[in-house]
């Protein structure tokens, strides 16, 4: 079995020491929900870079047969599902996703 392992790195909007705790546990709760529900998904983390205003992302996902593009699929919709949970926005995500998906370093492990 093939596995995808994708970081994706967002800038954040909002989050400061006061309420990045409460955005913290909504997106590792998001997360481990996806874990429970999508097969694909072995295991998802997220840590805050506060002092530079950023999220990172950090997934592994079953790429059957070697499909890394389904898998990819897979895996930035998980993210961007938890965004959303956390009561993220995602403007411009289509657009993002275009431009990461040609751009895209991923690692078969």
């Not at 429970?36 to 950090?58: G, H, Y």
Request: with cysteine.
């Amino acid at each position: 079995m093939s596995v995808l392992f994708m970081r994706r790195t967002f800038a954040t909007a909002g989050v400061t020491a006061e309420n990045s705790d409460e955005i913290f546990d909504s997106l590792v709760d998001e997360l481990e929900a996806l874990e429970e529900s999508n097969e694909a998904l072995q295991e998802a983390t997220v840590t805050f870079e506060l002092d530079q205003d950023r999220v990172a992302f950090e997934v592994y996902v079953d790429a059957p047969d070697g499909d890394y593009e389904a898998a990819e699929i897979v895996a930035m919709s998980c993210i961007r599902s938890a965004l959303h949970a956390s009561g993220g926005g995602t403007p411009g995500w289509e657009d993002y996703f275009q431009l990461s998906h040609t751009e895209s370093t991923v690692t078969a492990v």
